[in-house]
Each structure stands twice: as C-alpha cells, then as structure tokens.
C-alpha cells in the first residue's frame, strides 16, 4: 500500500500547501497503475503521462530537468514532482486575477495602455518593441482580451 498524506517521509512542506487529500490520493492511484512491478517505483518515461492524468501537462524537457538522469521515482518524489509542475502551473491563475483586478468593468478586457505602461515598467520592464509585439494580435481598439491572452501564454 502507497503512503498516505500523513507518512509521506521525504515529502517537503510545500507539499502540503499545494495538494489537497483529493490529490494525493488521485496522485497515488496515478503511481499504483503504473508500477507495474509493485515495487514501490515507476519509470521516469511514464512521468508525463501521469502528470497529465492530474491536469498537469509538461513538457518532457522540463520533467527531465528535475530527474538528474534518474529511471525510476518513488512515490514521495513523485509527489515533490507533481507539487513542483502544480506549483509553477499556478502562474495561469495568478495572471488571470491580477488582470482581472484591472477590470474595473468586469468586461473581460483592460487598457491596452494601462497595461503596456504596466509591462514596461514593472521589474526592469520590457521593451517597448517586446510590449508591441507581445500584445499586437490582442490589442482591440485599444483594449486587451486578458482571457485570450492568457491562454496563449500559458498553452
């Protein structure tokens, strides 16, 4: 039997602020079917395929950068990956709500300006080149679609 939530040994905190029990045991079931062996570990080539069982999907390249040339993961890593690739798919929502708070009307779209002046000055900023291209196929009569524009980021 896979470890409950409780007695995940290697398992960091974060862990625990990202998944809910739903998850884990939804993570557990994605690990039991593909350890085929019943050994308690399943191989690296399968990763992607169980990540996108739990609604996570990255690219092979990226689930290879967290392997270090490991074959096989156990089930606490394999947790710590699916909480890392949760975490950082988190962006998609955060976006969508920081856009929103913008949308004062609740239109669905911003200031195109408002939201060039944002870009260009937010973090060191981007270019006024990169802003122009960044948003030209979203920028309607001088609004932008951020629901659009967001799933074209985050796809």
């Given at each position: 039997s896979l470890p409950l939530r409780s007695s995940l040994p290697c398992a960091p905190y974060h862990i625990m602020d990202l998944l809910s029990d739903e998850e884990i045991a939804m993570a557990r079931d994605s690990f039991a079917m593909h350890d085929v062996k019943g050994g308690g570990q399943v191989e690296c080539v399968h990763l992607g395929r169980m990540l996108r069982c739990l609604g996570i999907n990255p690219t092979d390249k990226e689930i290879g950068g967290y392997l270090a040339g490991k074959t096989q993961v156990d089930f606490p890593e394999f947790v710590d990956l699916f909480?890392?690739?949760?975490?950082?798919?988190?962006?998609?929502?955060?976006?969508?709500?920081?856009?929103?708070?913008?949308?004062a009307g609740n239109t669905g779209s911003v200031d195109a300006g408002e939201l060039k002046y944002l870009l260009k000055s937010l973090n060191g900023g981007m270019s006024e080149a990169d802003v122009n291209a960044a948003l030209a196929n979203y920028d309607k009569g001088g609004n932008i679609d951020y629901n659009a524009l967001v799933k074209s980021l985050c796809a």
């Open positions: 909480s890392k690739f949760k975490k950082l798919g988190s962006g998609k929502d955060e976006m969508l709500a920081a856009l929103k708070a913008m949308d």
